[in-house]
């Protein structure tokens, strides 16, 4: 009725004089609660002295009450007067809002509860250092996962320390235990670590490695995977801390091509190359990782350390075509001279399409005719020889090869290029190409250059063929060089000739010789008059008188036997004493004679 009269301070004074006078309702619980609840509305001065007065209320109601009106200090002093020393310590956490009061009052109180409280009040205020202490004070390692990371982050190792011991004590979490261990790493506290992971404990220490190898903790990483043996992990760590030895053992522990590379590699950029050459060693002999290998070294100017690599590498069982391919490239690059050498030795385990490639760019021409050779390319090989002929020529080499070549042209051509540049051989060439080429078109290219003579040897050689134009080109050579013994021979032997076009060349001729060749052509042809006119013209009665004979004919005969006759009668009455010709060579006896055998 008071309140719903409006009447609370009647109703307060009335209370008071039930409740704190002595009364038979003095511990009324009832009474003291509306009390108190309406002292909190209307009066809330006086609320703290019924606090401290009155001990018959209902604490966690009026707390409550208390706390949902913003009288925080008198929740708290009714929690703390019923020792209710948790709740009294959320309301100065939560409602209060002051760390400090938590933990002045924790230390009064010294419960684990109150103190795992203000611990967990001072971890979100960030205030790391004092939350540590506050849960090592309570032995609540309950919160880790949140007192790892904050304390991480914040850089709090040395406290970290602590709380993770203590919560090992507990706890057998992988969580706690890698904290502990990454702690003592980053706190270079190599000793301590040794002898946590030599002890049993639950640690992720792979993880662990691999964190502080990437945070640059490499002593502590080279501790974590030694531990766990990661010979790929820990030669990579080796590198890092410049002990390119010990990588190299761990490399070859690990036996893993990624940690040959990249241990290969710092001893490389360290110019360590006897630890790097055991590493490419191992590299080499993987084909796929051979390119990158060689473009390393490259890259850093090391062509002799690539080229003794690669040689030592020839000797190992599992050398392939690649390794002995580089090194030819190698050298084709760097040391020109040797390649003739390598290919010598290796041609047949050398990918030669690619080394004709690196020769071609290397302008080593006798190298790059080697090549051709050895891969059946001779038609390559021969136009190699003739382009580049100031390096790669050799006469020998050149007929070995030309007789091989698949195409026709390249014979032809092999003949201008020795025409232009070795004409002293070209009989020597021909004679290897005999059977291989067109005598005409032979014939043809060295008429037009008017170089017939150089060939004589091979015209004489396959005259035997008896073909026209090598018979043409051997008798034109032949009057050229008024060889008429040769040139009868030539005739007489071989007929396939235009020969009433060289008869009337050789009848022209200025020595008797040729045209008495001339006139054994036309009875060859069975031009009987005009061989008889030729002899009787160089008076060579002799001759006439066996193309008269061989003719058969015998009005050929009688006009030869008029004509004798009639010189015999000359001579006989003299009317030729003064011609010195008949006198010298005309005599009747012999005329006797010519005309019995016409007879």
Not at 93 to 110: G, K, L, P, T, Y
Not at 252 to 271: D, G, I, M, P, T
Not at 388 to 393: E, F
Request: aromatic share 10%; glycine share 4%.
């Amino acid at each position: 009725a008071f309140l719903d009269g409006d009447l609370p301070g009647e109703l307060i004074e009335l209370l008071e004089k039930i409740i704190l006078e002595p009364s038979p309702f003095s511990d009324n619980s009832s009474l003291q609660n509306l009390l108190m609840l309406t002292a909190a509305k209307a009066d809330k001065g006086r609320l703290m002295d019924y606090i401290h007065q009155l001990s018959e209320f209902n604490p966690d109601e009026i707390a409550e009450m208390c706390i949902s009106v913003g009288l925080y200090e008198e929740a708290f002093e009714v929690y703390k007067k019923v020792n209710n020393n948790i709740a009294a310590v959320n309301v100065l956490v939560d409602n209060v809002v002051s760390i400090d009061r938590a933990q002045e009052f924790a230390e009064r109180v010294e419960i684990p509860e109150v103190w795992s409280k203000v611990a967990k009040a001072q971890l979100d205020g960030l205030r790391v250092s004092d939350s540590i202490e506050s849960y090592i004070r309570a032995g609540d390692p309950s919160n880790y996962n949140e007192v790892i990371d904050t304390a991480t982050h914040a850089g709090k190792d040395e406290d970290l320390v602590k709380y993770l011991k203590m919560a090992r004590k507990t706890q057998r979490e992988p969580a706690i235990d890698t904290a502990l261990a990454f702690c003592y790493a980053r706190l270079d506290q190599l000793a301590e670590l040794e002898d946590f992971l030599r002890a049993t404990n639950v640690a992720d220490v792979e993880a662990s490695g691999d964190k502080a190898y990437e945070e640059g903790y490499h002593q502590a990483a080279k501790i974590f995977y030694t531990s766990v043996s990661n010979w790929a992990k820990l030669a990579t760590t080796h590198v890092h801390l410049e002990d390119y030895q010990a990588a190299v053992e761990c490399a070859r522990k690990a036996n893993s091509v990624q940690v040959w590379k990249e241990v290969n590699e710092a001893c490389v950029n360290k110019k360590e190359f006897r630890l790097a050459q055991i590493c490419g060693l191992n590299l080499i002999v993987h084909a796929e990782e051979l390119q990158a290998f060689v473009r390393l070294y490259e890259r850093n100017g090391y062509f002799d350390e690539l080229i003794g690599v690669l040689e030592a590498g020839l000797g190992l069982e599992r050398a392939h075509m690649g390794m002995f391919t580089e090194l030819g490239i190698a050298l084709s690059k760097y040391h020109p001279d040797r390649v003739m050498e390598h290919l010598k030795l290796f041609w047949s385990r050398i990918n030669i399409p690619k080394m004709i490639r690196a020769c071609e760019e290397a302008n080593l021409w006798p190298e790059l005719v080697f090549l051709y050779c050895h891969y059946d390319e001779w038609d390559n090989a021969a136009l190699a020889m003739m382009e580049r002929a100031a390096d790669a020529w050799e006469h020998h080499s050149f007929k070995d090869i030309i007789v091989k070549v698949a195409n026709l042209e390249i014979y032809y051509r092999a003949l201008n290029f020795y025409l232009q540049e070795q004409p002293l051989l070209l009989t020597d060439l021909l004679q290897v190409l005999t059977s291989r080429i067109d005598v005409n078109r032979v014939v043809r290219i060295f008429q037009s250059s008017d170089n017939i003579p150089l060939i004589k040897p091979f015209l004489l050689n396959v005259q035997s063929q008896n073909k026209r134009a090598v018979n043409d080109a051997i008798n034109d050579l032949l009057i050229e060089e008024e060889d008429y013994k040769t040139l009868r021979d030539s005739v007489d032997n071989y007929n396939n000739f235009d020969a009433v076009d060289l008869a009337q060349r050789l009848e022209r001729h200025d020595l008797i010789f040729f045209r008495q060749i001339a006139a054994n052509i036309y009875r060859n042809t069975k031009r009987w008059e005009k061989s008889i006119a030729l002899s009787k013209q160089d008076k060579l009665y002799k001759d006439a008188i066996e193309t008269a004979a061989i003719s058969g004919k015998a009005d050929v005969v009688e006009e030869l036997l008029r004509y004798v006759s009639f010189l015999f009668l000359l001579a006989s009455f003299g009317q030729l004493a003064d011609n010195n010709t008949v006198r010298g060579h005309w005599q009747p006896r012999v005329l006797r004679g010519h005309v019995v055998c016409l007879l």
